[in-house]
């Protein structure tokens, strides 16, 4: 039977905005989730960690194509740290809201006794709208 360690959450636009002016940057990696669970260092058996989150993003309606977005959770605090998931979304104009879950199995106890786990967007397409919600959650267990 699985026992709780820590669980996190990280939410960056907790509702809906109303404006499109937000747009994530052509080509970049942006941070839209960070959380940093609690793992001691002496921590036995297997650690094994839950994330889930979403993101929400827009495109106006007088844009010419549709929109394609890259997610990355990486173990870690930066874009080349070791990656955990990875999709890509393609959508046309309007509102959407991208949901995911991912798991990180047999991870080693940190020395710090901190995991940090970092979620990344990538915008492969121009003009898209961060409008929320954005959130990480994230969960370890052992035994």
Do not use: C
């Not at 937000?22 to 793992?39: E, R």
């Not at 870690?76 to 879950?101: A, E, N, P, R, W």
Request: without cysteine; glycine residues 10%.
């Amino acid at each position: 039977m699985g026992q709780l360690i820590d669980a996190r959450t990280s939410s960056n636009i907790p509702v809906v905005l109303t404006e499109f002016d937000n747009t994530f940057p052509l080509d970049t990696p942006v941070i839209v989730g960070q959380v940093g669970l609690n793992i001691p260092p002496q921590t036995q058996g297997i650690i094994r960690v839950q994330l889930t989150g979403m993101v929400g993003v827009a495109l106006p309606t007088d844009f010419p194509q549709g929109f394609i977005l890259e997610l990355y959770i990486v173990r870690g605090l930066t874009i080349d740290d070791v990656l955990i998931y990875k999709s890509v979304h393609s959508f046309d104009f309007g509102i959407h809201t991208i949901g995911f879950s991912a798991s990180d199995y047999h991870i080693p106890a940190p020395a710090s006794g901190l995991q940090p786990y970092t979620l990344f967007a990538i915008a492969l397409s121009p003009g898209i709208a961060r409008i929320g919600p954005e959130n990480l959650n994230a969960s370890a267990y052992t035994g």
